[in-house]
C-alpha cells in the first residue's frame, strides 16, 4: 500500500517548516522511502503573524513541484494551507487570500491547544454553511477534545472531519494522547492521517511506522480509507463515502 500525506510543512522558506529548497528535498527523499507517492502541501496561514502571499507560495510551489517531478515522477504533490481559524477564513478564501486543500472544497483548520469545545463546533457551522469540507489539524492537541472523545463524533455529526499526526498514533505524544487516539480509530472517528512534517531532525515525513500500525489494529478497509482513499476524495474533490 502507498500512502497519500495531506498536511505537511515541506514548501520552503514560508513558514516554520523547511528552511530552504536542500532541506526540501530531503523531506520529499524521505518521504518517498516511506512510501508516500502524493502529498498535499500546507504552509501555515495565521492572520496578523504568518501571511505568505498566494502568490510566493504558487512560485516556490511550482519550482518545488519540478524539481521532485524530475527525482520521482511518480510522486504527486499538490498546494494548500493549514489556516489558523478565524471567523473571516470563508472571505479570505473567496478573496484569494489562502488555498484550500488541493484547491478542493476541503479546508484545514488548525486552533490554539486551550481552544473550547464552543469554537470547534462555530467553526465547523461556518465552513458548512458556507459551502466548505472543515478538516480539524491535529485534534490530538486540543485539550477540550482529549478530556471528552466523545465531542469529536459530535463535530463529525455537525460536517467536521478529522485529521491527526501520524507520530502521535504510534506514541509520540504519550499514553494519554495513544489512549486518546485509540478511542477514536475504535469508533472510526479519523477520517486523515497526516505527517505533518516540518524539517528532517525532529518532525520527519514518518508514515511507514503508523502505517504498520493501521494495518495490524484496523480493518483492511478503514486502514486503506484513512492512508490513501481518504485523502483521493480531497484531490477529486468529492465529499467521503
Not at 108 to 128: G, I
Request: negative net charge.
Amino acid at each position: 500500500m502507498y500512502y497519500l500525506d495531506m498536511h505537511c510543512h515541506i514548501l520552503p522558506g514560508v513558514d516554520d517548516g523547511s528552511k530552504d529548497i536542500n532541506t526540501s528535498i530531503q523531506m520529499l527523499d524521505h518521504a518517498y522511502e516511506e512510501g508516500i507517492r502524493a502529498m498535499i502541501l500546507t504552509p501555515h496561514y495565521h492572520g496578523g503573524y504568518v501571511e505568505t502571499k498566494r502568490a510566493v507560495i504558487d512560485e516556490i510551489f511550482a519550482e518545488l513541484e519540478e524539481l521532485s517531478n524530475r527525482r520521482h515522477p511518480d510522486l504527486k504533490l499538490f498546494i494548500g494551507n493549514e489556516i489558523y481559524y478565524y471567523p473571516s477564513v470563508p472571505e479570505w478564501i473567496e478573496e484569494g487570500r489562502v488555498h484550500t486543500l488541493a484547491d478542493s472544497n476541503y479546508v484545514l483548520l488548525e486552533f490554539s491547544t486551550r481552544a473550547e469545545k464552543r469554537e470547534l463546533n462555530e467553526a465547523v457551522q461556518n465552513l458548512c454553511n458556507n459551502g466548505y469540507y472543515p478538516v480539524l489539524a491535529h485534534v490530538e492537541r486540543y485539550d477540550c477534545l482529549v478530556k471528552e472523545p466523545s465531542y469529536v463524533g459530535y463535530l463529525i455529526d455537525g460536517g467536521a472531519y478529522i485529521q491527526v499526526n501520524s507520530a502521535t498514533v504510534i506514541g509520540e505524544g504519550g499514553m494519554r494522547i495513544k489512549h486518546f487516539l485509540k478511542k477514536l480509530l475504535k469508533e472510526e472517528w479519523i477520517h486523515f492521517i497526516g505527517t505533518d512534517a516540518h524539517s528532517m531532525r525532529s518532525r520527519k515525513p514518518d508514515m511507514a511506522e503508523c502505517a504498520d500500525y493501521i494495518c495490524r489494529k484496523c480493518s483492511e478497509r478503514y486502514a486503506a480509507q484513512l492512508l490513501y482513499a481518504n485523502a483521493v476524495n480531497i484531490i477529486n474533490n468529492r465529499p467521503l463515502d
